[in-house]
Nanobody, 115 residues
Framework: QVQLVESGGGLVQPGGSLRLTCAFS????????IAWFRQAPGKQRDFVAR???????NYANPVKGRFTVSRDNALNMAFLQMNSLRREDTAVYYC?????????WGPGTQVTVSS
């Protein structure tokens, strides 16, 4: 079955960078789109970025110019490079695999931006 596992979260100072990884297994990775979402305490889960199977990318406005989504089909992984981090980027970050009408979520990784 499809499984996703996020990693790379942690504590970082404002202005710093982190790279999140989403490791995928259980199906053909090159056929799926990967989306990143985040959820801050007490808030809804929000869309962050997405990379399609054809490598088309799109971003939520709050992260445009600071975050970059990418994928490596040979490694079955997707990445979210996060630069110029702000306190308001603090959240649990999730990756989601989308294949047709089906979708699968990872358990999430915590990102905390604080001095």
């Amino acid at each position: 079955q499809v499984q996703l596992v996020e990693s790379g979260g942690g504590l970082v100072q404002p202005g710093g960078s982190l790279r999140l990884t989403c490791a995928f297994s259980g199906s053909r990775f090159s056929d799926v789109a990967i989306a990143w979402f985040r959820q801050a305490p007490g808030k809804q889960r929000d869309f962050v970025a997405r990379i399609g199977a054809s490598n088309y990318v799109n971003y939520a406005n709050p992260v445009k110019g600071r975050f970059t989504v990418s994928r490596d089909n040979a490694l079955n992984m997707a990445f979210l490079q996060m630069n110029s981090l702000r306190r308001e980027d603090t959240a649990v970050y999730y990756c989601k695999a989308e294949s047709g009408t089906e979708s699968y979520w990872g358990p999430g990784t915590q990102v905390t931006v604080s001095s």
